[in-house]
């Protein structure tokens, strides 16, 4: 399992709805939680590493709250949206080391089936909103350069090949 970097074809892929947590997509979840961990990365979609299953991990820090938490969802959906909106810079596994300001709403209801296959609905507000918003986008093949105009999002990703290639070219 490993990260895929824009604009690779599956991260525009929709991932399929899971008709029943197996427990071998539990263990995708727990690979995805450890790579989403070393990269450092605050979440992680199925669809960056390749797997079009409706997964998502989240590892979240709030560090004015004081708030930690690491968990996974199957199938999340957002059910609501607020009407406030707010600009944050977001940042992407996919792309690496490219960062822009996008506007979203400011707080959501999410529903989503937990590792216990549980349904949870839980309403969730700031930095957790945001990242999970951008974690259930990748699940319908859409990344967050899609807010920015075509100019902006294709010089993103020229400049994540070009740092591809200039690994590349340090390992030979
Ligand atoms: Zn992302």
């Given amino acids: 399992m490993e990260i895929l970097l824009a604009p690779h074809p ?3 892929q929709k991932a399929n709805k899971l008709k029943i947590i197996k427990e071998e997509d539990i263990k995708i979840a727990n690979q995805m939680m450890e790579i ?3 990269a450092p990365g605050v979440g992680l979609a199925a669809n960056q590493v390749g797997i079009l299953k409706q997964i998502v991990t989240i590892n979240f820090e709030d560090k004015v709250n004081n708030k930690k938490s690491k968990y996974i969802l199957f199938n999340p ?5 607020s009407i406030e909106t707010v600009v944050m810079e977001e940042g992407c596994l996919s792309l690496p080391e490219q960062y822009a300001d996008v506007e979203r709403p400011q707080d959501i209801v999410v529903e989503y089936i937990d590792e216990n296959k549980k349904t949870v609905k839980r309403a969730v507000e700031g930095y957790e909103a945001r990242i999970l918003q951008h974690e259930i ?3 319908s093949g859409k990344l967050f350069v899609d807010y920015l105009s075509s100019l902006k999002r294709n010089i993103l990703i020229k400049k994540v090949k070009k740092l591809q290639n ?3 070219n340090n390992e030979r």
């Fill in 36 to 38: 989403m961990d070393k």
């Fill in 166 to 168: 200039l690994k590349k």
């Fill in 137 to 139: 986008d990748h699940l």
């Fill in 77 to 81: 959906s957002i059910i609501k949206y």
């Fill in 10 to 12: 599956l991260l525009r």
